[in-house]
């Protein structure tokens, strides 16, 4: 889990996801749409994937590794549901504010 945490730290919007998961692609793309310039790590492409998955599992407190994992100032904010609901409420650009991962 360090290693999650580590490269989550990493940038101001980090998102891990898996290159076949379109719903990652959705929130990448509504993050983009605020202007920010998000990190992110498809798992499927990356050689110690495995350890990445079982941090993410145990972060997530699930089952299966669920995509994408949205860190956002350091901190872990959720999935796809956390954020679309941040979206709906307002609350996504004033946290991508916070993060410096944008300016206006």
């Known amino acids: 889990m360090d290693m999650v945490m580590k490269l989550g730290a990493e940038s101001p919007v980090v998102i891990f996801t898996k290159s076949t998961c379109c719903i990652s692609h959705s929130i990448e ?3 983009r749409g605020f202007g920010a310039n998000p990190k ?3 798992l499927d492409k990356l050689v110690s994937n495995g350890e990445m998955e ?3 599992i ?3 407190g699930c089952k299966s590794t669920s ?3 949205v860190f956002i100032g350091e ?3 959720g999935g796809s549901n956390e954020i679309m ?3 709906v409420r307002g609350k996504l650009k004033q946290l991508l504010l916070k993060a410096n991962a944008i300016w206006i």
Request: proline share 5%; hydrophobic share 55%.
């Open 40 to 42: 992110v790590y498809e």
């Open 75 to 77: 901190e872990f904010v």
């Open 54 to 56: 079982k941090a993410l």
């Open 67 to 69: 995509v994408p994992a």
């Open 58 to 60: 145990e972060l997530l």
């Open 29 to 31: 793309t509504l993050i």
């Open 85 to 87: 609901s941040l979206n």
